[in-house]
């Protein structure tokens, strides 16, 4: 059974970066298209960023031109490098990417992780 693991979340003062991963539990084939999204406390998840599978990448506006979304290919990760972060970007932050299990994969599967906290507070 494979499993999503998120990891790089933690306190960081305003205008601090960090760097989440996301990686699967096993070794893969490989990754697809992913999103990393956000749930702060009393709303809804939101999409902040995705990298399609051709490595094309799309960002929601309050963190364009701050996130940067990246894949190791090689490795089989995927980071999200988080840049001049706000108060306003604290949540729990989710990766969601589709992996092909194996070299024969026809179709990749849906996998979520477990979610990483991220908190900007001084």
């Known amino acids: 059974q494979v499993q999503v693991v998120e990891s790089g979340g933690g306190l960081v003062q305003p205008g601090g970066s960090l760097t989440l991963s996301c990686a699967a539990s096993?070794?893969?084939?490989?990754?697809?298209?992913m999103g990393w999204y956000r749930q702060a406390p009393g709303k809804q998840r939101e999409l902040v960023a995705s990298?399609?599978?051709?490595?094309?990448?799309n960002y929601s506006g309050s963190v364009k031109g701050r996130f940067t979304v990246s894949r190791d290919g090689a490795k089989n990760i995927i980071y999200l490098q988080m840049n001049s972060l706000k108060p306003e970007d604290t949540a729990v932050y989710y990766c969601?990417?589709?992996?092909?299990?194996?070299?024969?994969?026809?179709?990749?599967?849906?996998?979520w992780g477990q979610g990483t906290q991220v908190t900007v507070s001084s």
């Open positions: 990298l399609n599978i051709d490595d094309t990448t």
């Open positions: 096993r070794s893969i084939f490989k990754t697809g298209a």
């Open positions: 969601n990417v589709e992996i092909y299990l194996s070299s024969e994969s026809l179709y990749p599967y849906d996998y």
